[in-house]
Structure formats: C-alpha cells, structure tokens
C-alpha cells in the first residue's frame, strides 16, 4: 500500500504530460508479462505499443498501479479488454503481423 501511495505522490508532482509518459511506462511494465503468458510468440513491442495507444486513460492508470503491486486477474481482464477492441485488432494487423512476418 505505501508502494502505491508513494507513485501517487510522485506522479502528483510532475506536469500532466509527465504524469502520462509516468504512467503509460508502467503499465507497459504490468502488460508485459501478460502478454508474454497469454499470447506467447507475438513481437512483444509493436503489441505493447498497440496495447498502450489504445487503452483509455483509466485503464492506463489501473496497469500503472498494477506495476507496482504486480499482475492480478484484473490486470488480465484490463489487458483482454484493451487486445479486443477493434482499433487494438486494427492496429495489431498492421504493426504485429509485419513484425511476426519479418
């Protein structure tokens, strides 16, 4: 808990757009080993990035917080919600097939 009140406080300190680079930073550390369990064999960064450009503000808040105390069942339910949207689909044709082709 002090872990997660500490990131509070450090990100309330920084500009809005710090708080976001922050925070889209550590979600990408709590999405990471749930991408590498459940979809095994997919090119980890264009995922990422697709994950993390199309993730709402508060989903992106609720993996960075997940960074912090590591990936729940939430944390997978947050990271299938995000791969399922259809821009996600949309941006995982375009930048992770090429990548998994090459």
Known sequence: ?????????????????????????AARSAITPVLVDRFPGVPLEPTLDCVIDNASAVQIRAL??????????????IVSDIVSKPETLTCLAAEGLPALLR
């Open 64 to 77: 960075a917080l997940d960074s912090v105390t590591g990936p729940t069942e939430n944390t997978v339910q």
């Open 1 to 25: 808990m002090r872990a997660i009140l500490a990131f509070g406080l450090f990100l309330a300190a920084c500009s809005p757009q710090a708080q976001d680079e922050i925070a889209r930073e």
